[in-house]
């Protein structure tokens, strides 16, 4: 598939669009997207919560295309349901008060959904889009699979990401909680425990989940990465006096 957008190009509009909701908002030295707002009222696509009935259980979000109708659990009952262009409709559980990372992040998917509808349509589908989180010990159809890894879904991923974790953004809590200073991770992603509440904490103040939140430092480069050796001397002192006294 010819690819009509990039990782660079998806950073960059994310980023102006977030910028102009906070113009529009007035907001100064805010350290997290209020991701609702933007969708309802920058994108103006409207949110409503159901309680999903699809064949796939990880489905947790969609935003119908007006056409295709969703299954929805009302009153004990199954129901096919229509909804108009442009709605986004999100899993009703997502509003525990422990889901709240999900949740932005599906309504995130759901809006960048539509951001790439309009700008790269060519490559987009316009048909109704699922937001489905994978789980490695479900069965899935090879329709689904498709659906899931395809090359549309990679980059709504990755502008939900940018929409909720703008670069701007990121540097503001890396400021913050660590003076600016990349996050030390070591070789094969191994990380100390100062580190990774560290990232916790910037997590929490732009609302995303910790794995999103590390994935999003990948992106943007801003892990400093060193030999695991460094890790098992200096951090945790084995390797015996041969080692010891060199660090």
């Given at each position: 598939?010819?690819?009509?957008?990039?990782?660079?190009?998806?950073?960059?509009?994310?980023?102006?669009?977030i910028?102009?909701?906070f113009?529009?908002?007035h907001y100064?030295?805010?350290?997290?997207?209020d991701?609702?707002?933007?969708?309802r009222?920058?994108?103006?696509v409207?949110?409503?919560?159901?309680?999903?009935?699809e064949?796939?259980p990880?489905?947790?979000?969609f935003?119908?295309d007006?056409?295709?109708?969703?299954?929805v659990?009302?009153n004990?009952?199954?129901e096919?349901?229509?909804f108009?262009?442009r709605t986004?409709?999100?899993?009703?559980?997502?509003?525990?008060p422990r889901?709240?990372?999900?949740k932005?992040?599906t309504?995130?998917?759901?809006?960048a959904?539509d951001?790439l509808?309009?700008?790269?349509?060519l490559?987009?589908?316009?048909?109704?889009?699922?937001h489905?989180?994978?789980d490695?010990e479900?069965?899935?159809?090879?329709e689904?699979?498709k659906?899931?890894?395809?090359?549309n879904?990679?980059?709504?991923?990755r502008?939900?990401?940018?929409?909720?974790?703008?670069r701007?953004?990121?540097a503001?809590v890396?400021k913050?909680?660590?003076?600016?200073m990349?996050?030390i991770?070591?070789?094969?992603?191994i990380l100390?425990?100062d580190?990774?509440?560290?990232?916790?904490k910037?997590a929490?103040?732009?609302?995303v989940?910790?794995?999103?939140?590390?994935?999003?430092l990948?992106?943007?480069?801003?892990?400093?990465?060193?030999?695991?050796?460094?890790?098992?001397?200096?951090?945790l002192?084995?390797?015996?006096?041969?080692?010891a006294s060199?660090?």
């Amino acid at each position: 598939m010819k690819r009509f957008t990039s990782n660079d190009e998806i950073e960059d509009l994310c980023e102006a669009m977030i910028k102009d909701f906070f113009k529009s908002k007035h907001y100064t030295n805010v350290m997290c997207v209020d991701i609702e707002a933007f969708v309802r009222e920058y994108l103006g696509v409207p949110i409503v919560y159901e309680t999903f009935a699809e064949p796939d259980p990880g489905r947790v979000g969609f935003l119908s295309d007006g056409r295709r109708p969703l299954m929805v659990r009302r009153n004990g009952k199954v129901e096919e349901v229509t909804f108009p262009p442009r709605t986004a409709v999100i899993e009703r559980f997502l509003l525990g008060p422990r889901e709240s990372a999900r949740k932005r992040f599906t309504i995130a998917h759901e809006g960048a959904h539509d951001v790439l509808d309009r700008h790269i349509p060519l490559q987009t589908s316009p048909m109704a889009a699922f937001h489905s989180e994978y789980d490695p010990e479900a069965t899935y159809t090879p329709e689904l699979l498709k659906d899931m890894l395809s090359l549309n879904e990679y980059f709504t991923n990755r502008a939900a990401a940018c929409l909720l974790m703008p670069r701007f953004l990121v540097a503001r809590v890396l400021k913050r909680h660590n003076q600016s200073m990349k996050v030390i991770l070591y070789e094969n992603n191994i990380l100390a425990q100062d580190q990774k509440i560290l990232i916790q904490k910037m997590a929490d103040t732009l609302g995303v989940s910790y794995t999103a939140f590390f994935n999003r430092l990948k992106e943007l480069d801003l892990f400093d990465c060193r030999p695991i050796e460094e890790y098992l001397h200096a951090g945790l002192h084995y390797g015996g006096e041969t080692h010891a006294s060199s660090s």
